[in-house]
């Protein structure tokens, strides 16, 4: 017997939750709209950023660029396989502009073409120009081509968000009263403040409160790339993005697609789902890193021969040092699938050493602790960037095409 991965009670849910935003086409309307840098300017002015975003303007002129390095080190494509530079961490616009301040000062780093932000969306982040200011940074000022935003489904959220999506959907949801007026999903399996390892942990229809954050934040500032951690959310994701065509979805290493048997799992949700034209709203996936490159390399060809359209693969180059084991490198794996002609994006939890605020701690801070640590989240930042720089390079120098920002080319 064959079951359909949603009941029609939750394709109802989910197409009441759609409904109640205008419908697939004002939505994906909305997010276009909010993605122009002079709206992003003019809203990030009015809220405090305006002067940020007119210094990170400064200093993206100084950025290095890739045609630079390419002509004094007589670097030429010679082989298959494309590497994708990724940095993860960019919590907040305050860290995020310490950072691209250090960048520009150095003056030879090529900077990462996606970017990865752990931040829970709260009204204040959402809300207050910070989240839409560091889109306009990542986004308008320095090209890149990803800008992934996390729902956290542990983030104390006004209790009146709640209760609308309980009215809209006919749903219910376990929730505890936090005080100031905010409410928080009971999760049973805390290891976190957010939940276990940031929101994995999806009980009953909880799929529904990460659908309305991450449209609200989508609606608000343009957002339209997600973190999506847990397997209800990809099969809802999937369906609730069907006919929203600049909505998509990156999966995290959290899930555990730690061997073929879960890749081919999830190519099976891919597939349930699609859009009209064939294609799924899910745009990247992290393998996990406990994956050998041989692992990496099959979940490639499954694929390839899986007659999906193109998904991104990602792999930790290095990792957070309370993520996984000490002193991980996958380093020479990276070689290994590129040189077997295979696509790879390389992520940066960390850059391999240990420094303060170089922790999953940092994805949980407060909006207030965050802005007050935005120097030593930078710092971790701008180190990640350039781990990131020396291993692209590297990767340049033994033949291969490599991805930045758009910031990192000639104009």
């Excluded at 996936?285 to 041989?294: K, S």
Aim: hydrophobic residues 35%; glycine residues 8%; proline residues 3%.
């Amino acid at each position: 017997m064959h079951f359909k991965l949603l009941t029609d009670r939750d394709l109802k849910a989910i197409d009441a939750l759609i409904d109640s935003y205008g419908g697939t086409k004002e939505i994906s309307r909305k997010i276009e709209s909010m993605k122009n840098y002079e709206t992003r300017k003019r809203i990030a002015g009015e809220k405090g950023y305006g002067e940020m975003l007119e210094k990170a303007e400064e200093y993206a002129r100084n950025f290095a660029k890739v045609e630079n390095f390419v002509e004094k080190n007589g670097i030429t494509v010679t082989k298959k396989g494309i590497c994708t530079t990724q940095v993860s961490g960019f919590q907040g616009a305050r860290p995020t502009f310490d950072c691209i301040r250090r960048v520009a000062e150095n003056g030879d780093v090529l900077f990462p073409t996606e970017m990865i932000s752990v931040v829970g969306l709260t009204d204040k982040y959402v809300y207050s120009g910070d989240l839409l200011s560091i889109l306009a940074i990542a986004e308008n000022i320095l090209g890149t081509s990803k800008f992934c935003s996390t729902n956290l489904l542990g983030t104390p959220l006004p209790e009146e968000r709640f209760e609308r999506v309980e009215k809209v959907t006919a749903e219910k949801f376990e929730r505890a009263d936090v005080g100031s007026g905010l409410s928080q999903i009971i999760l049973k399996n805390m290891g976190t403040p957010f939940g276990n390892l940031g929101g994995v942990e999806v009980g009953n229809n909880n799929h529904l409160v990460y659908l309305d954050g991450i449209t609200r934040a989508a609606l608000e500032t343009g957002a339209n790339f997600f973190l999506n951690p847990s397997w209800s959310t990809i099969v809802a994701a999937c369906y609730y993005a069907r006919e929203i065509p600049n909505l998509s979805f990156k999966i995290s290493m959290l899930l555990s697609t730690q061997n073929t048997i879960q890749f081919r799992m999830l190519l099976n949700i891919f597939k349930e789902y699609l859009r009209n034209d064939g294609t799924t709203p899910i745009y990247e996936i992290n393998i996990g890193n406990a994956a050998t490159p041989e692992t990496f390399i099959q979940c490639s060809e499954d694929l390839e021969a899986s007659g999906l359209p193109k998904i991104f693969l990602a792999a930790h180059l290095r990792i957070n040092p309370d993520l996984g084991m000490a002193a991980f490198n996958w380093t020479e794996s990276a070689y290994k699938v590129l040189d077997a002609g295979r696509d790879l994006t390389i992520k940066y939890e960390s850059d391999g050493e240990s420094r303060p605020y170089d922790t999953m701690e940092a994805y949980f801070l407060s909006d207030e602790e965050r802005n007050e640590k935005a120097n030593l989240i930078g710092n971790v930042l701008y180190h990640k960037c350039i781990r990131c720089d020396k291993d692209a390079k590297e990767i340049m120098r033994r033949g291969h095409e490599t991805r930045f920002a758009k910031i990192s080319y000639r104009k």
